[in-house]
């Protein structure tokens, strides 16, 4: 993860992404890392995935290394839980014991993806109801929304927010108008926080208070409903939401796991053995 860092800062957001989405679909147990085959299909053509999903070959370098050390011990799924925890840690964040033992998915689900991981334009009861199926909280969600102070969004995915809505700071939407035109340019990419996108640390949560959410479902935490008064905690209080951060992220490590007998220990993370 260092060196993947030190290649490109973008790609701790993108692990912990990718860990998040696997976590959200069958518990955490690497079936977001499954290619399609003829006869096999994955997540990783599923609406949230599809050509957004990175980070794969950091994955697949890591497994080829740990195989060379202790071959069909270590699964994918664990491997993606600790890049995920690197990744932050390396950009400033906090870090934490990452329960192990996950085993990996020989399955995985191409609707339950297209359903359950949420979306950037989902409203804040929504986005309550589907983190509560995954047995977590409102104040969770407010949390691992901060991984939001790293990484970038692609201009489809805000551009509503910027030309029609009004809980919006009127000079950060012409700002960012300015690479995201209301045709066109899909894929161009702006910062999730505008104060400091390659650091972890809370300044999201600024950026919130000052109504600088880029995705309408960053903005709906801060927007006078049930989270503002969290959102406005963490702005002011650093030490906290790193703290917060680290706890839920072992809470969301632990959905579903595939222990004992389940599941299998992947050779290659791309394929069921």
Known sequence: MTSAIKNESRIGASILRLFFHDCFVNGCDGSILLDDTATFTGEKNAAPNRNS????????AIKTSVEASCNATVSCADILALAARDGVFLLGG?????PLGRRDARTASQTAA????????SDLSTLTSMFSAKGLTANDLTVLSG????????CR????????????DPNFATLRKTTCPLSGGDTNLAPLDTLT??????????DLVAKKGLFHSDQVLFNNGSQDSLVTSYSTNSATFLNDFAAAMIKLSRISP????????RKNCRLVN
């Open 147 to 154: 991984a939001h102070t790293i990484g970038q969004g692609e």
């Open 197 to 206: 996108p390659t650091t972890f640390d809370n300044n999201y949560y600024k």
């Open 53 to 60: 999903a990175r980070g794969f070959e950091v994955i697949d």
């Open 157 to 168: 995915l805000f551009r509503t927010r910027i030309y029609n809505e009004t809980n919006i």
């Open 258 to 265: 595939l222990t004992g007998t389940n599941g299998e220990i």
């Open 114 to 121: 297209n359903n359950q991981i949420p979306s950037p334009f």
């Open 94 to 98: 906090p870090s934490w014991i990452v």
